[in-house]
């Protein structure tokens, strides 16, 4: 959907690129390093380089039977998504957010994005960062209320 809105743009004369992601985070990452000083493809690459090494994650809670890449959940119980593929299933969301943080991070992580939604979504956040703050002093940890529904927490790592 956004090639094509790109694809229309660029034929009313604009300048536009899309930068590929998959996931929210990876365009906060992206909007982050964003420069509007610099040449427009500059810009463009070095967006896309934040977007493309940003690890993401989320937790939410299943609301049917189904077999994961973790074994098969059922529902209510708590899937732990990173990059893309279900890690973990527990039942506890903080236990769950906690885990997947820890999964994506690695010795060379410097920040970590959380993104709160709906419902519990800032408990989560600060439960994360309090947990970061106290195992891994060096990451420095942003908090955004997203207010996105179904996913309670998205987490990035660059």
Same mark, same amino acid.
């Given at each position: 959907m @956004?090639a094509?809105?790109?694809r229309i743009?660029r034929?009313?004369g604009?300048t536009v690129s899309?930068? #590929?992601?998959?996931? *929210?985070v990876?365009?906060?990452?992206?909007?982050a390093?964003?420069d509007p000083?610099r040449r427009? &493809? &500059?810009d463009?690459?070095?967006? *896309?380089? @934040?977007?493309?090494h940003?690890r993401?994650?989320?937790?939410?809670?299943?609301n049917r039977?189904?077999?994961t890449?973790a074994?098969v959940c059922r529902p209510g +119980?708590?899937?732990?998504?990173?990059?893309?593929?279900?890690?973990?299933?527990?039942? +506890?969301?903080?236990? *769950?957010?906690?885990?997947v @943080?820890?999964?994506l991070?690695?010795?060379s992580s410097?920040?970590v994005?959380?993104i709160?939604?709906?419902g519990p979504?800032?408990r989560? @956040?600060?439960?994360?960062?309090d947990h970061?703050?106290a195992?891994r #002093? +060096?990451v420095?940890v *942003?908090v955004?209320h997203?207010?996105?529904?179904?996913y #309670?927490l998205?987490?990035?790592v660059?």
């Amino acid at each position: 959907m @956004a090639a094509a809105a790109a694809r229309i743009a660029r034929e009313e004369g604009l300048t536009v690129s899309v930068v #590929p992601s998959r996931a *929210t985070v990876q365009g906060v990452a992206a909007l982050a390093v964003h420069d509007p000083m610099r040449r427009f &493809d &500059d810009d463009v690459v070095a967006m *896309t380089e @934040a977007a493309g090494h940003t690890r993401h994650g989320h937790v939410w809670v299943a609301n049917r039977e189904a077999v994961t890449s973790a074994g098969v959940c059922r529902p209510g +119980d708590v899937l732990g998504v990173v990059d893309g593929d279900v890690a973990l299933i527990g039942s +506890d969301l903080t236990e *769950t957010a906690i885990a997947v @943080a820890d999964r994506l991070l690695s010795v060379s992580s410097e920040l970590v994005t959380l993104i709160s939604g709906t419902g519990p979504g800032e408990r989560l @956040a600060a439960a994360v960062r309090d947990h970061l703050a106290a195992t891994r #002093p +060096d990451v420095e940890v *942003t908090v955004y209320h997203g207010g996105q529904g179904g996913y #309670p927490l998205l987490i990035g790592v660059e």
